[in-house]
C-alpha cells in the first residue's frame, strides 16, 4: 500500500511503501568515506530529506519521480530524520517531472518523541522549522 509523505513516522521498520519527486540534491563531500548523499523530496501532502546511497547518488537527479518499495524513515546520526531505502529496500526512477508537490510541511523538520502509550511508535512534539533547514526554499 502506498502512503502519502504527510503519513510517515519514524519507525524501525522497513514498511514505507510510496512515490515522490526529487526536488534537489547535494554532492557528497570529496573526502566521505562511504558514498551517500542527501536529496529534498516531495509528494502533494509533504516534503521529506531523502539519502541516497551509493549508484542511487548518480542515477537520480533532481526532476526524477522515484518509486520506494520498503523504505525506512528514522534517525540517521548528524543528519536528523531521513527517509531511505536501508538494506531491504529499493528505489527506482518512474518518471521525470510530471507530478504534482509541496515543500511544507516537510517532515524531517518535524519533532517526534516516543508515545507515551506505546514506546515503539512515536508522536509528533512540535515543528522545528516549516521548510527544509538543508535546503532552503528558492526565492
Not at 515522490?20 to 529534498?40: E, T, V, W, Y
Not at 509528494?43 to 541516497?52: I, R, S
Not at 526512477?93 to 504534482?100: I, M
Amino acid at each position: 500500500m502506498q502512503v502519502f509523505l504527510k503519513d510517515i513516522v519514524p519507525a524501525a521498520q522497513n514498511n514505507i511503501n510510496t512515490r515522490f519527486i526529487i526536488l534537489d540534491k547535494s554532492r557528497p563531500p570529496a573526502a566521505a568515506s562511504g558514498k551517500s548523499c542527501l536529496a529534498l523530496a516531495a509528494d502533494e501532502t509533504a516534503a521529506v530529506h531523502v539519502q541516497l546511497w551509493g549508484e542511487e547518488c548518480e542515477a537520480l537527479e533532481a526532476g526524477d519521480i522515484v518509486k520506494l518499495t520498503n523504505g525506512i524513515f528514522s534517525y540517521v546520526r548528524n543528519n536528523g530524520l531521513l527517509l531511505r531505502a536501508g538494506k531491504r529496500g529499493k528505489m527506482e526512477k518512474v518518471g521525470e517531472f510530471t507530478v504534482a508537490f509541496v515543500e511544507t510541511p516537510n517532515v524531517s523538520e518535524i519533532q517526534w518523541n516516543p508515545d507515551p502509550e506505546n514506546p515503539k511508535r512515536y508522536v509528533q512534539n512540535g515543528v522545528v522549522s516549516a521548510y527544509s533547514r538543508v535546503f532552503p526554499p528558492l526565492p
